[in-house]
């Protein structure tokens, strides 16, 4: 799993950061979290063919969340795209593609899955679960969290034991299956080890510290919180419904996550440092994102 | 008067290559002509306040010609902006303002002026006339076209001579109006030199070379016209209503022009210099636009 940082300013860009988005390379998917004006020449700076994109989640419906969509949307049908393009996000996510649609004249040939989501689980597959939860901000907002599915240890010498040959029903009974063989019903139990803990990767979106934000981000890998202000600016970050360094790193430890990244930086500083130091000193194991930055897991 | 090209590709960007926008800084105004995808941050980038943007001119509705529309408008609005914005653009520019108006939550405190042009002239100011004509793509797209307009020079020789006493009637006489001074009607004309040609700049926005850019752009000082292809992708030109190189430098050619520049380029040439040559062997004196290259006339 790759995580890459296409864009971690707030509302207004800088030269050095752009608009919000996250990519995540995981599961032979591209993954978008957000999706901010620009996101599609962040693409380009970062190696990552658009056309890879298989869903982009959005968190909530401000402008530096959401304008990289149309044109991305339009590129890919431009560069001849044909497989569909699931697109997750808050309840009025279709009024947003119906007025990207009618955004002037272009042509897509692939289809767009409109997916609006409610607090819980938005998509689970055979690899991954993503679930949602509805945080704390001025307008509907959602954090993400994503957890790799690991499936448990085949112990095959206890299936050979129980006299199972090897072949389709080792498979079933792998994937959680029980199995008749020889009269006798065999329990998955019987021959599985334990499962192996997956990676958890969870991302706030733009919220207030809250609850809902540390049940989601529970035991993560990795936490990626907005920390738009420095605790000295605690009152703008109330007001604008947004959260401190120091707050990010408050649920990042209240979370037990392993490592906090900090993003969605205000333009007021000139240098992140601040922003680290402070809450290095609530969650030691906290970085803050710049654009273009990767992180393997 | 300066010109800025803020994004020089045609419809996909690259690294070095933004989406169509040029910035104009004249009479005390910053315009727009065209504003791609990421317009907000080339601007941080050639350092020139959007607050200070009074119009925009839209030449069609292509993605890349109008998606940095939606953060520009909110990104004034996030920083206070109070002024009116006034937005020139086809038929249907209504409509594309008011799918930006429901594109997630946010709000404005000035007032967007939206007005859907035709054949003429755009507006006219004390300083300039601004003019557009529709040109040959696959949809309506119109060029522009912005004149200075120089007063002629007022002969205070002469207005001495006729006995009129400096004061409000010179000023009068200088704006070509009539006046009576002790009975006596003064016209203009005795008190007016020559007028001087004021600077001329042409946009052709997306366009096949046609007659109707050739009117529009006669006698330009500076033709700013695209040229996507290089000459030998003649046919891509003709399918896709854009212009080659040796095209656009014909258009100049016929349209007496001082200098031309070659802007929206295709990202399938990895240099420009073939689409330079090439012009350059029909009309001498061209340039390749690229990001943030000035231009003071």
Redesign the interface.
Known sequence: MEIIFLGTSS?????ER??PSIALRAFAEVMLFDCG??T??QL??AKISPMKITKIFISH???DH???L??LI??LG??GREKDLDIYGPKGLH??IN??S?????QINYNLNIHEIQDGTVIETEDYVVECAKVEHN?PSYAYSIREKKKPLFLREKAEELGIPPGPLYGKLHNGEEVEFEGRIIKPEQVLGEAKKGKKISYSGDTRPCEAMIRLARDSDILIHESTYEAEDYQRAVDNAHSTSVEAAEIAREANVNELVLTHISTRYTSDKNIKSEAQKVFKNTKVARDYMKIDL
């Open positions: 509302a207004v860009p800088t030269l752009n608009h004006e620009g599609q020449r380009i700076e419906f401000h402008g959401i304008l990289g149309g044109g339009q590129s431009f560069r009024k947003i007025a990207i009618s955004f002037g004249y272009f307008i």
